[in-house]
């Protein structure tokens, strides 16, 4: 039996009972619940993948849970507290740029995920050179290749393709990143072994992860 089967489960209904109640008092009243079937499990667990892949790979992944409050200064949305469990594992390629493995958990979602978010600005410079020759072939194919598990890229951030390259260029999806970042769902029947989908999850993307070490 996978030792956090009931990370999942448990997040998603306080994760639920926290977006009808998101105030301070409320939390303040749960934070033990938090802290025991949220927060404890999750670090477990971003303690445990790091150990297995790195000892696997040879990489070492660096954990981190992203905070329970949010930061509502420049937003309009005052609500304190964030209604997801969001992971990160940053991942040590001996590049300019790290890339990640990401999970999340909300009412609505149970997603994992791997790449770069955003591009550095030198990164980014370099990416669209790249992209532009033979490594944007090989991206596009790694990229097919992954498509086969699952994992999907979301609608790229720009709407057109950036100058000096051609509107009509054959890899303009991906000259039109920032960053890239694959996903997919963790399906229902996975939700009771996380550790055993994160760690294919990561089998998945890591032919992705590897090919963007020309440009990091």
Not at 104 to 123: L, Q, R
Not at 124 to 134: S, T
Not at 191 to 213: F, N
Request: aromatic fraction near 8%; charge should be positive.
């Amino acid at each position: 039996m996978d030792p956090f089967a009931r990370l999942i489960p448990d997040a998603r209904a306080f994760l639920g009972e926290l977006a009808a109640n998101n105030n301070r008092d409320w939390f303040t009243a749960h934070k033990a619940r938090y802290e025991t079937d949220l927060k404890a499990p999750a670090t477990l667990l971003l303690d445990q993948i790091a150990h297995d892949i790195g000892r696997e790979t040879g990489l070492a992944l660096t954990p981190k849970l992203f905070r329970a409050h949010r930061d509502v200064r420049f937003s309009k949305d005052k609500t304190p507290y964030h209604t997801h469990l969001h992971m990160l594992w940053s991942i040590d390629l001996h590049c300019r740029q790290r890339p990640g493995l990401f999970f999340g958990i909300s009412p609505d979602y149970v997603t994992v995920g791997g790449g770069i978010m955003g591009f550095d600005k030198p990164v980014l410079l370099d990416w669209r050179q790249l992209v532009d020759g033979p490594f944007g072939d090989k991206v596009q194919n790694l990229l097919e290749q992954a498509a086969e598990s699952g994992l999907a890229l979301r609608e790229p951030e720009m709407k057109r393709v950036p100058t000096p390259y051609a509107k009509d260029h054959r890899h303009a999806d991906l000259l039109r990143r920032k960053g890239l970042v694959l996903w997919r769902d963790v399906a229902a029947t996975e939700h009771a072994a996380p550790l055993t989908a994160l760690k294919a999850a990561y089998h998945d993307l890591s032919p992705v992860l590897q090919g963007l070490r020309p440009v990091l």
